[in-house]
């Protein structure tokens, strides 16, 4: 059987420039802290660095005469540098690796697989295996008939929502796999605190889950008396949520509201939801500091950006609430066959619906 062993090597920093590549590898550990989420470029050179540095010890480790010594298979979240201190280590590899450093020297831990001796078994968890989660059916409508597709999905998501406010244990606010306009009017029919099937709650903060198992800011339910009117004579403007997105809507908006280039990268969801968050807030306090604003939002369907951008519009409502309204715009292709509008002399294949306004009630 083959077992994977752990060893320190103790190193000279003049061989082979491993001074140089210590320093790299902690200049490369600064800057990944400092990196915008979804930045793989300084971590794929501290793994690189890492990687050459270990395979030193390594060759050090085989070759005869050198100093090494064994110490427990730990993961730590430290690189392979060892400063003695470590509590994985053992009483005895830490006094040993002290030694060294106070002489000039490094100790670095090297991993080897395939080692013979004997496999250890897995822990025991000693707890039962949860039983799968319970199949959601989608109730009947009012006609009795089974709902399907989209309105299957708005039925489980209100109700998600509606266990969310009303503190259900483990209940969230889950918007993976939600459509855009679903996403956006039930958010909207749960941020009103006079409406909706949970009108009689409080205000409250509700988690948010991503599919990836990642987490958002919690969203702001319950917390603002909503209307569809919207105030006259206010600042207009009309924007693109991403940049890069539909460009059909270019001739009828005046910007986007997010860059495509900062929102779509590979990171975890609740990341790209921070991030569309704090973009968001910046830009509305900016925009609406001297005049209220009036925003036509012509939407795309990526659901962290929905969510980070009506975090913000609602948090800046409780705060200044005469100062913004939302008007979500909803993209619809138009049937085969269906004439084509002309927008700014170009011909347009698309056209956009109006949701509900995010706005507030006017005080008396």
Same mark, same amino acid.
């Given at each position: 059987?083959?077992?994977?062993?752990?060893?320190?090597?103790?190193?000279?920093?003049?061989?082979?420039?491993?001074?140089?590549?210590?320093?790299?590898?902690?200049?490369?550990?600064?800057?990944?802290?400092?990196?915008?989420? *979804?930045?793989?470029?300084?971590?794929?050179?501290?793994?690189?660095?890492?990687?050459?540095?270990?395979?030193?010890?390594?060759?050090?480790?085989?070759?005869?005469?050198?100093? #090494?010594?064994?110490?427990?298979?730990?993961?730590?979240?430290?690189?392979?540098?060892?400063?003695?201190?470590?509590?994985?280590? %053992?009483?005895?590899?830490?006094?040993?690796?002290?030694?060294? @450093?106070?002489? *000039?020297?490094?100790?670095?831990?090297?991993?080897?697989?395939?080692?013979?001796?004997?496999?250890?078994?897995?822990?025991? @968890?000693?707890?039962?295996?949860?039983? $799968?989660?319970?199949?959601?059916?989608? !109730?009947?409508? #009012?006609?009795?008939?089974?709902?399907?597709?989209?309105?299957?999905?708005?039925?489980?998501?209100?109700?998600?929502?509606?266990?969310?406010?009303?503190?259900?244990? =483990?209940?969230?606010?889950?918007?993976?796999?939600?459509?855009?306009?679903?996403?956006?009017? %039930?958010?909207?029919?749960?941020?009103?605190?006079?409406?909706?099937?949970?009108?009689?709650?409080?205000?409250?903060?509700?988690?948010?889950?991503?599919?990836?198992?990642?987490?958002?800011?919690?969203?702001?339910?319950?917390?603002?008396?909503?209307?569809?009117?919207?105030?006259?004579?206010?600042?207009?403007?009309?924007?693109?949520?991403?940049?890069?997105?539909?460009?059909?809507?270019?001739? +009828?908006?005046?910007?986007?509201?997010?860059?495509?280039? =900062?929102?779509?990268?590979?990171?975890?969801?609740?990341?790209?939801?921070?991030?569309?968050? =704090?973009? %968001?807030?910046?830009?509305? +306090?900016?925009?609406?500091?001297?005049? !209220? %604003?009036?925003?036509?939002?012509?939407?795309?369907?990526?659901?962290?950006?929905?969510?980070?951008?009506?975090?913000?519009?609602?948090?800046?409502?409780?705060?200044?609430?005469?100062?913004?309204?939302?008007? $979500?715009?909803?993209?619809?292709?138009? $049937? $085969?066959?269906?004439?084509?509008?002309?927008?700014?002399?170009?011909?347009?294949?698309?056209?956009?619906?109006?949701?509900?306004?995010?706005?507030?009630?006017?005080?008396?």
């Amino acid at each position: 059987m083959s077992i994977e062993r752990a060893f320190l090597v103790r190193m000279t920093p003049g061989e082979d420039g491993v001074a140089e590549l210590i320093a790299d590898i902690g200049g490369a550990q600064r800057r990944i802290r400092k990196a915008v989420a *979804g930045d793989r470029v300084d971590i794929i050179r501290y793994e690189a660095l890492s990687s050459q540095l270990e395979e030193i010890a390594r060759h050090n480790l085989a070759s005869a005469g050198s100093e #090494a010594i064994e110490i427990p298979m730990v993961d730590r979240t430290s690189h392979a540098v060892v400063d003695g201190s470590s509590d994985a280590l %053992t009483p005895e590899a830490a006094s040993t690796a002290q030694a060294w @450093i106070a002489a *000039g020297d490094v100790a670095v831990e090297v991993r080897t697989a395939f080692g013979r001796g004997p496999t250890p078994p897995p822990p025991t @968890i000693g707890t039962a295996v949860a039983e $799968p989660a319970r199949t959601w059916d989608a !109730p009947p409508d #009012a006609q009795g008939r089974q709902m399907r597709g989209t309105r299957a999905v708005a039925e489980r998501f209100r109700q998600q929502l509606k266990d969310a406010v009303n503190q259900v244990p =483990d209940a969230a606010l889950l918007p993976s796999g939600v459509s855009n306009r679903v996403l956006t009017d %039930t958010l909207r029919e749960f941020v009103d605190a006079q409406s909706g099937p949970a009108n009689n709650v409080a205000a409250c903060d509700v988690p948010v889950r991503y599919r990836d198992g990642s987490t958002g800011i919690q969203f702001p339910l319950r917390s603002l008396r909503l209307t569809d009117q919207l105030s006259q004579g206010w600042r207009t403007y009309r924007f693109a949520m991403l940049s890069i997105r539909h460009t059909e809507m270019d001739v +009828e908006v005046d910007g986007a509201w997010l860059r495509n280039t =900062d929102i779509s990268r590979p990171r975890p969801a609740g990341d790209t939801d921070r991030i569309a968050y =704090d973009m %968001t807030r910046t830009q509305l +306090e900016r925009l609406c500091e001297r005049e !209220p %604003t009036l925003i036509y939002l012509y939407q795309t369907g990526l659901d962290t950006a929905v969510v980070g951008f009506y975090r913000a519009v609602v948090e800046h409502l409780r705060r200044s609430p005469q100062s913004l309204a939302v008007v $979500p715009m909803y993209f619809r292709r138009q $049937p $085969p066959g269906a004439e084509a509008r002309t927008v700014a002399g170009y011909a347009q294949q698309s056209t956009f619906e109006e949701g509900k306004p995010w706005a507030v009630q006017t005080q008396h």
